[in-house]
C-alpha cells in the first residue's frame, strides 16, 4: 500500500488565518513600544488598541469581540467574508508596565469558532489556578487548599513541594496565598502585572515555573484558558463576585451559575488559536526592538487544532511601510 500522509481535517480556523492573527498583534506591540517608559498608559493603550481594530478589520473573517480591552463587546470585526470568529483579546496587558518601561508587557489575541468562548462580565475579577501539560487530569481544585494543591502538584510531578515554583501578581489581596504558599515551602515569582503571560508559563518548560494561582481580570482568565488549551495544560477559574454590581454583571452576561469553577473546555470549547507578541520583556517573549527606520518584534502563535507551536521574530521596515501607503 503507498503511504498515506495525515491531512488534517477542514477546519474554519485554518493555519492561514493563525498566521494572519499574529499581524494583529504585531501591530498593536509595535503602536505600543513608542510609548515604553514614557509615564503615559492612556497614549500606550489607545495607540495600540487603534492599532489593533485596523488589523483586525484588514483580515478575511466575520469577526466578533466578545472580551477586549479597548474594544467594544460584541463589535464586529474583519472584512465581514470568511469563517465566522469570536475573538477574545487585550491591545496591551500591561499598560503600566508599558508606560513605566516593565516587564512582561504583552499584546493578546486569541480567536475560535463561533460560541465557542464564555461570556464573562466585564470588570470582574476571577480566582485562577494553572498548570503545565503532562500531568493527570484532575491534578489540580480550586475547591480544595493551595496547600492539598501543591501537595498533589508536586506529587504528580515526582518532586517535593520545596521544588515547586508558583507565579502570581504581586498585589495586597494576595497576602495571605502569599504566606500559606511560603509556608509550605515552595518558591514565589512574584509579577507586577500581566497574568496572562504568568498563567501561560506554566505551559512552557523553560520559564521554570510550575503553577499560577491567585486573582485576576476574568477576560484575562479566558484569554489564558485558550493559550493553556493550544498547550495541552490545566486551568480552573471561578468568578470572585465583590458586591451587587458584579453580581448584576453576572447576570446581564447569561452566566446561570456564577460561582462556578469553569475548566479550559468550560471557557473554550471549540478549537482555538492563540498570538501575542512582545511589548517589552517578559517570560514569554521579548519586547519590541526599535531601530532607525524599523524594529524586530517577537511572537508566539499556537493552534488547538493540531497543538503547533511557533516562535516568530519578524523585522519590519517602516520606510518601505510609509512608501506604500504613499504610493
Request: glycine residues 14%; aromatic residues 2%.
Amino acid at each position: 500500500m503507498p503511504n498515506r500522509v495525515f491531512v488534517p481535517p477542514p477546519h474554519a480556523l485554518d493555519r492561514n488565518l493563525a498566521l494572519e492573527v499574529v499581524r494583529v498583534t504585531e501591530a498593536s506591540a509595535l503602536a505600543a513600544s513608542r510609548f515604553v517608559g514614557r509615564g503615559d498608559e492612556k497614549a500606550a493603550d489607545e495607540a495600540a488598541t487603534d492599532a489593533m481594530i485596523q488589523a483586525l478589520n484588514s483580515l478575511s473573517m466575520a469577526g466578533k469581540v466578545i472580551n477586549g480591552g479597548g474594544l467594544t463587546l460584541g463589535q464586529n470585526v474583519g472584512t465581514g467574508t470568511g469563517p465566522k470568529v469570536d475573538i477574545v483579546l487585550t491591545a496591551i496587558e500591561g499598560a503600566t508596565i508599558c508606560a513605566k518601561g516593565g516587564h512582561n508587557a504583552i499584546s493578546v489575541i486569541a480567536a475560535t469558532e463561533e460560541g465557542s468562548f464564555l461570556h464573562v462580565p466585564d470588570g470582574v475579577y476571577m480566582e485562577k489556578l494553572a498548570v503545565g501539560p503532562g500531568l493527570p487530569q484532575g491534578v489540580i481544585d480550586l475547591t480544595v487548599s493551595p496547600e492539598d494543591n501543591l501537595i498533589n502538584v508536586a506529587a504528580a510531578k515526582g518532586v517535593s513541594v520545596a521544588d515547586l515554583t508558583v507565579c502570581m501578581l504581586d498585589r495586597p489581596r494576595h497576602g495571605d496565598l502569599l504566606g500559606r504558599i511560603y509556608e509550605a515551602g515552595a518558591r514565589v515569582v512574584l509579577i507586577d502585572d500581566g497574568d496572562v503571560s504568568g498563567a501561560i508559563a506554566v505551559g512552557l518548560p523553560q520559564t521554570g515555573i510550575d503553577l499560577y494561582m491567585g486573582s485576576g481580570g476574568a477576560a484575562e482568565g479566558v484569554l489564558a484558558a485558550a493559550g493553556l488549551k493550544c498547550l495541552g495544560g490545566q486551568m480552573q477559574g471561578r468568578l470572585i463576585l465583590r458586591g451587587e454590581d458584579d453580581r448584576a454583571k453576572a447576570r446581564a452576561a447569561g452566566l446561570k451559575d456564577p460561582h462556578a469553577v469553569w475548566s479550559i473546555v468550560d471557557m473554550v470549547k471549540g478549537e482555538v488559536m492563540f498570538a501575542a507578541t512582545g511589548i517589552t520583556d517578559g517570560n514569554l517573549l521579548d519586547g519590541i526592538r526599535l531601530r532607525p527606520g524599523g524594529a524586530t518584534s517577537h511572537s508566539l502563535v499556537m493552534r488547538s487544532a493540531t497543538g503547533t507551536l511557533r516562535t516568530m521574530t519578524s523585522l519590519h521596515d517602516f520606510t518601505r511601510h510609509a512608501q506604500l501607503h504613499r504610493d
